[in-house]
């Protein structure tokens, strides 16, 4: 069974980093590329910014297909149209092209984000599926570590371009990977009754499902905080701190390592105390960090070295939440996971590209704006948890 499992979550774990690859890859030039291109940082982080909202839309479009074809063509399709985008990428002249274009690659990777959630949920519910979860968790999170060292190794050879000739070639790896050794979990006779109507008619009953937003918004919110560092840590710590772009990946590869060993950890505590009682523990634990954080700036603190061991600490409890509330929201929804994923994960992304927005209003390059939205987002995650899960479990009542 474990070996089984490794085998699901290594295939459908390489697809979902395809996309968030092209994203921390390129974070050590984004500094470089605003340099090559003439633009101010607000315009280098538009072509992030732009990324995320298509990929967080272009999942509202593959879920319902992915339920109404199968889970396989939808992913086809979306690598094909991230490799077409990456090359205009590599060859973009001004920032324009490049946030179009980066808009393109995003709507291709969102393929990669909503349908290997739906397979997990094809496949296993309960503490099966978040064990499966957190093992995809394990193989996605390799990305924040990898790809901020291997595009700044990248870099360093090729200029900012070679990032995107090799996101090109993962998303041809990912294509032979779909054609070789995913098989198709969503059968012809478990199609029949979806449709467009039917998926309308899904995304109403879910936009009215308290408990299902809750959960979605807990992890939206929750990984708001980490889009507003991925978008203004290489300015903070490579132009305030003064870090090389390969210092940088190091450091911000630190948060992933934590992020990963507390998630493959969500499958035993979830089967010894519930779900929901990880996640009720871990949001007030992730806030109170960053809390502490927060104090630390308006304080007048400005030491590196405190902000990455706090936001190392915050990432671990993050690293409990996110899966988990990922498994509670579609647990109630396996005939229409593929719908329900892809608005799931449309919150995170769309919810992380707002706040990215509003932070960038602010950001003047120093760590404390960066500080306030990333302590924002676990904030506003705990308030949801306490809505959405209570401050304790319920307890049963007594036999009469």
């Known amino acids: 069974m474990n070996s089984r499992f490794f085998k699901i979550a290594l295939v459908l774990g390489l697809l979902s980093a395809i996309g968030p690859f092209a994203i921390d890859m390129y974070l050590p030039a984004l500094p470089a590329i605003g340099q090559s291109?003439?633009?101010?940082?607000?315009?280098?982080?538009?072509?992030?910014?732009?990324?995320?909202?298509?990929?967080?839309?272009?999942?509202?479009?593959?879920?319902?297909?992915?339920?109404?074809v199968g889970?396989?063509?939808?992913?086809?399709?979306?690598?094909?149209?991230?490799?077409?985008?990456?090359?205009?990428?590599?060859?973009a002249t001004d920032i324009e092209t490049l946030v179009v274009l980066r808009a393109l690659q995003g709507l291709g990777a969102a393929a990669g984000m909503a349908v290997p959630r739906a397979v997990v949920r094809d496949l296993h519910t309960g503490t099966d599926a978040a064990r499966l979860m957190s093992l995809l968790m394990l193989v996605f999170s390799v990305s924040p570590i990898l790809a901020p060292l291997a595009g700044s190794a990248v870099i360093a050879l090729t200029g900012w371009r070679g990032v995107f000739w090799a996101v090109t070639l993962a998303a041809l790896a990912g294509l032979a990977m779909i054609?070789?050794?995913?098989?198709?979990?969503?059968p012809a006779e478990e199609r029949v009754e979806s449709s467009l109507g039917s998926a309308w008619r899904a995304y109403a009953l879910l936009l009215r499902d308290g408990h299902f937003m809750?959960?979605?918004?807990?992890?939206?919110?929750?990984?708001?905080g980490f889009f507003i560092y991925l978008a203004n840590s290489p300015f903070v710590m490579i132009d305030h701190y003064g870090l090389s772009p390969?210092?940088?990946?190091?450091?911000?590869?630190?948060?992933?390592?934590?992020?990963?060993g507390a998630s493959q950890m969500t499958g035993a505590l979830g089967e010894r105390y519930g779900l929901a009682q990880v996640v009720r523990v871990a949001a007030p634990a992730a806030t109170a960090v960053m809390l502490l954080?927060?104090?630390?700036?308006?304080?007048?603190?400005?030491?590196?070295?405190?902000?990455?061991?706090?936001?190392?600490?915050?990432?671990?409890?993050?690293?409990?939440?996110?899966?988990?509330t990922s498994v509670l929201a579609l647990e109630a929804h396996g005939a229409i996971a593929g719908t329900a994923s892809a608005l799931l994960g449309t919150l995170q992304m769309l919810t992380g590209a707002v706040m990215m927005g509003l932070a960038g209003l602010f950001t003047d390059g120093r760590p404390l704006p960066m500080v306030i939205g990333m302590t924002a987002g676990p904030l506003i995650a705990l308030v949801?948890?306490?809505?959405?899960?209570?401050?304790?479990?319920?307890?049963?009542?007594?036999a009469a």
């Open 37 to 68: 291109l003439g633009a101010e940082i607000g315009g280098v982080q538009m072509s992030l910014t732009a990324f995320f909202i298509t990929l967080g839309l272009g999942q509202l479009l593959y879920g319902p297909v992915s339920d109404m």
């Open 71 to 91: 889970r396989k063509p939808p992913l086809y399709f979306g690598l094909g149209l991230f490799a077409a985008a990456s090359v205009g990428c590599a060859l």
């Open 179 to 186: 054609a070789s050794f995913l098989q198709e979990t969503r």
């Open 214 to 224: 809750g959960l979605s918004l807990i992890g939206s919110f929750a990984m708001g």
């Open 246 to 260: 390969t210092m940088y990946s190091l450091a911000f590869s630190l948060n992933a390592i934590s992020f990963i």
């Open 293 to 324: 954080m927060l104090a630390y700036y308006l304080a007048g603190g400005d030491r590196l070295p405190v902000l990455i061991v706090l936001y190392l600490i915050s990432s671990a409890f993050m690293g409990l939440v996110i899966p988990t």
């Open 384 to 398: 949801l948890t306490w809505g959405t899960l209570g401050l304790r479990p319920a307890r049963p009542c007594p």
